[in-house]
Nanobody
Framework: QVQLVESGGGLVQAGGSLRLSCAASGTIFSMNAMGWYRQAPGKQRELVATMATGGTTNYADAVKGRFTISRDFAKKTVYLQMNTLKPEDTAVYYC?????????WGQGTQVFVSS
């Protein structure tokens, strides 16, 4: 059974940086996509960034130029480097793994950006 374990959230001032990590345990399909979504209070969960096995990335417009997604395929880990953080980036960030048999979510990690 695959599980996703996230780390790296916390409190940061506007303009600061954080790095999120998400490691998958267990066996995963070679073809997959891992990435990050976020959910702010009172809002729907939204895409932040994803990276497929072949390296194709997808970013939300709101984070382009500020966030960078990367993966260590050997470690089955995905990272999200978040720079120039804004108060509107405050949310619970969820790791996501999409495979041919379905998708799995992490438990979420809180990011709070103070103004």
């Amino acid at each position: 059974q695959v599980q996703l374990v996230e780390s790296g959230g916390g409190l940061v001032q506007a303009g600061g940086s954080l790095r999120l990590s998400c490691a998958a345990s267990g066996t995963i399909f070679s073809m997959n996509a891992m990435g990050w979504y976020r959910q702010a209070p009172g809002k729907q969960r939204e895409l932040v960034a994803t990276m497929a096995t072949g390296g194709t990335t997808n970013y939300a417009d709101a984070v382009k130029g500020r966030f960078t997604i990367s993966r260590d395929f050997a470690k089955k880990t995905v990272y999200l480097q978040m720079n120039t953080l804004k108060p509107e980036d405050t949310a619970v960030y969820y790791c996501n793994l999409k495979q041919p048999i379905g998708e799995i979510w992490g438990q979420g990690t809180q990011v709070f950006v103070s103004s």
